[in-house]
């Protein structure tokens, strides 16, 4: 009978100690996820939408739109980097300083899906952060805020309220798509 296989358990130290070599390096509960750089199509669709986000997020004083590489570490053993975050302060000058996130958004490609979709949504979730999955191919964006056992899924249109005394932002998803995607 063989030895059973253990997985090692990883810790933000120790993914923060590795030695740069051009790949996206996470842990979350204590899970070494690992990424290449994303494809062209990917940062558009960040850019874009950070740029949707930007003025909303400024105009009220809720936070800041930033985007990855960051490290957020939600516990010793969860060091994740969200494609796009807003936090909950202005002033952030430090990653400790993001924290508690307001928002999470993470753009699904193909060597991504299933730790963006799975297994970073549901920290996200229980660190009661709303996570987006944005589906590039399949033009549709999964929200996920904390408790939800299924995602809102937009396609048209998403609205987002940060606070309730606030009118929403609302988003034309099917012209963010467009314009991510460059279509004519």
Known sequence: MGMPQTAEIWTAEQIRALPDD?????VVDGEH?????????????ISELEAILRPYVRERGLGRVIFSPADIELDRRTLMQPDL???RKVRVRTWKDAVPLR??????????????????RRRFQRAAIECWIV??????????????????????????????????????????????????
């Open 33 to 45: 996820l690992v990424t290449p750089a994303p494809r062209a199509l990917h940062q558009i669709a």
């Open 22 to 26: 051009g790949l996206r390096h996470e």
């Open 135 to 184: 589906d590039l191919d399949a033009r549709v964006v999964e929200v996920w805020r904390p408790g939800d056992k299924r995602p809102e899924v937009a396609a048209e249109r998403l609205e987002w309220q940060p606070e309730p005394a606030l009118p929403p932002l609302v988003i034309d998803l099917v012209a963010f798509f467009r314009e991510a995607h460059a279509d004519e």
């Open 85 to 87: 975050f807003v936090t």
């Open 103 to 120: 928002l999470a958004i993470e753009v699904l490609s193909p060597s991504t899906a299933r730790a963006d979709r799975i297994v970073k």
